[in-house]
């Protein structure tokens, strides 16, 4: 991401790491790199679109799942039709959904702890919790690797933040702040509330079936901690639905104009945005 940053600033007509792939690695690469991403971030943005309509069938099981999925295509594609700004407005919004969930969970944790709760049917809260049950690494290396596929999947997306930030009034202000705060966010929502979940509940208790966010919710007698989560999780798929389209969209916009994809998507409006918005000169 630093490297990804210095790049995005070296010329501010990048828009995302294809269009400086092939500027400085080769067309090849950069061919290869667009069209794989593109494609990635296509299947991605339709198994959100699937993911929401999972989590409405929980509130509205009698709506036709296709009603939901048309409702949030029409919208996220209407909001990116605008401008970046209004992309990073809806994204700031569904991260303070999710940052507000995890800020609580981190603070319930806490409390859980340093009260030493004892869940039913599992010993107290404890920091020791989180190697007191076959280690660090219970199952060996190759759990590790299991678990680092998933959170490296997890992380897909984090590039835009570049992307984005390189696209506002200020990217020589905003993004190195975007970049660098990376770090410091990946270590206090991510492994904080890893951490803490599995120091009030040991790892080998945690099950599929259930979450552990609305577990450690129900703990302290939230009755609708079950909706709130599905909540959460719902705006989370909007979320990275959102990312799909944003990301889509200026990928195949590089690639037309490096001649590697239909030069009906190498068009800029007056906001730069990459829309074909002359339809009587379509070719």
């Not at 061919?31 to 509205?60: C, E, K, M, N």
Request: a negative charge.
């Amino acid at each position: 991401m630093r490297a990804m940053g210095e790049i995005l600033l070296s010329n501010l007509s990048y828009k995302s790491f294809a269009d400086f792939t092939n500027d400085i690695v080769g067309s090849g690469a950069g061919f290869y790199v667009g069209w794989t991403y593109w494609t990635v971030w296509v299947i991605i943005a339709i198994s959100d679109v699937v993911a929401i309509t999972v989590y409405l069938d929980v509130w509205f099981p009698d709506v036709p799942k296709w009603i939901p999925a048309l409702c949030i295509i029409v919208l996220l594609t209407g909001v990116n039709l605008v401008a970046a700004k209004a992309f990073g407005e809806i994204e700031f919004w569904f991260a303070t959904i999710k940052i507000a969930t995890v800020v609580a969970l981190i603070v319930v944790g806490i409390v859980l702890v340093l009260t030493h709760f004892q869940p039913d049917g599992h010993g107290p809260a404890s920091i020791s919790n989180l190697w007191s049950y076959g280690g660090l690494f219970p199952h060996g290396f190759s759990g590790l690797l299991g678990g680092f596929q998933l959170g490296v999947f997890s992380f897909l997306g984090v590039e835009l933040a570049g992307t984005v930030a390189a696209e506002t009034e200020d990217p020589k202000k905003n993004l190195p702040r975007a970049i660098n705060s990376i770090p410091a966010r990946i270590i206090l929502f991510y492994l904080g509330s890893l951490a803490l979940i599995m120091m009030v509940q040991p790892w080998d208790t945690i099950t599929s079936s259930t979450s552990p966010f609305v577990q450690i919710f129900g703990y302290i007698g939230i009755p609708i901690a079950f909706h709130l989560i599905n909540f959460v999780m719902l705006t989370a798929a909007a979320s990275s639905a959102n990312s799909g389209i944003f990301s889509t969209s200026r990928i195949m916009w590089g690639l037309a104009k490096e001649d590697q994809g239909p030069a009906i998507f190498g068009h800029l409006t007056a906001s730069r945005i990459p829309i074909r918005v002359n339809y009587q000169s379509l070719p």
